[in-house]
């Protein structure tokens, strides 16, 4: 490993809002880290424009749950909703943000979701967004936003997941690339004294395990009563979900510039790891 890399530094963190489960897990774990970095909050609410134009259609219905009666979408009560949303998504944004004390700005935007979070997320050194969102298709894997914002967003990723508790452990792959640094040391900057830090060491040799070791110690400092190396000689995505579920992590950090793991298999492992997922983007 050559070259000096640092921890990313956090001043805005933007948090996408459709008031789901995990998009409500979002915005309290983006609030925590913005009370313990001093970072300004940015919410965003998007006015989905397909769903306004599909109710424009003569040929969509709209289907009760419940009593599978169908009718004809009502455009303006489909306005309606979305304006009730965007004001739920704000209560809850503004009552987040004033509970941890952390300053915030809130927009409601109209447009295609992923792109319009995308772009305005642009403004900002974190994205924070659910897993998935509030369409049942979206309940297993990640949602179509998260899906376009791990492979194409600029600033590093959040995705939150609810019922995990916050003082879980933290989970970090490490292959000595300065991409992996970054996310080790990006680890232990958000880590609590609650906080057991798994680090799995991605070395096919007992050389390399070796060097790994010692870099690691060197990362974590006065971390070490609080940090287990796990040594994997495989770089398989299926394989690393399994290992990830027997640790069961409160978060995994990954970077998407690794030597031993190609970006592509990083995004498959975050697909299939149904736990909070940091993305750290980038070397610079």
């Known amino acids: 490993m050559t070259g000096k890399t640092k921890t990313i530094r956090i001043h805005r963190i933007s948090v996408a809002l459709d008031c789901s489960p995990h ?15 001093h970072a300004e909050l940015l919410g965003i609410f998007v006015e989905d424009i397909n ?20 009718e004809p979408l009502d455009t303006l009560k489909l306005e309606r909703l979305l304006r009730l949303q965007a ?23 109209r447009g295609p979701v992923p792109s319009e979070v995308l772009t305005a997320a642009l403004e900002s050194d974190l994205l924070a ?9 979206c309940r297993k894997g990640l949602g179509s936003t998260a899906k376009k914002a791990v492979e194409e967003a600029r600033p590093h990723i959040l995705l939150a997941h ?21 996310a080790l040391e990006t680890a232990c900057s958000i880590a609590s004294t609650k906080n057991t830090l798994h680090i799995f060491l991605i070395a096919n040799t ?6 790994l070791r010692e870099e690691t110690a060197s990362i974590i400092g006065d971390r070490k009563k609080k940090t287990e190396l796990h040594v994997l000689p495989w770089t398989d995505s299926a394989m690393l979900a399994q290992c990830i579920h027997m640790t069961g992590p409160g978060l995994v950090v990954l970077s998407d ?13 975050i697909d299939a790891t149904n736990y909070p997922v940091l993305l750290v983007k980038g070397t610079a």
């Open 23 to 37: 998009s409500r897990a979002s915005l309290a774990a983006a609030a925590e880290i913005a009370e313990f970095l």
């Open 51 to 70: 769903l306004i134009r599909m109710a424009e259609l003569p040929f969509c219905q709209e289907i009760h749950l419940h009593t599978a009666r169908s």
């Open 87 to 109: 004001k739920e998504a704000y209560n809850l944004f503004r009552e987040t943000a004033l509970r941890f004390g952390v300053p915030y700005t809130f927009r409601t935007l």
């Open 129 to 137: 967004l659910g897993r998935s969102g509030r369409t049942p298709a």
């Open 162 to 182: 609810s019922g995990v508790k916050p003082d879980g452990p933290i989970l970090v792959l490490y292959d000595g690339s300065r991409g992996s640094k970054r």
């Open 206 to 211: 007992e050389s390399a395990a070796s060097r």
């Open 257 to 269: 510039s690794s030597e031993a793991i190609s970006p592509e298999s990083v995004y498959r492992l």
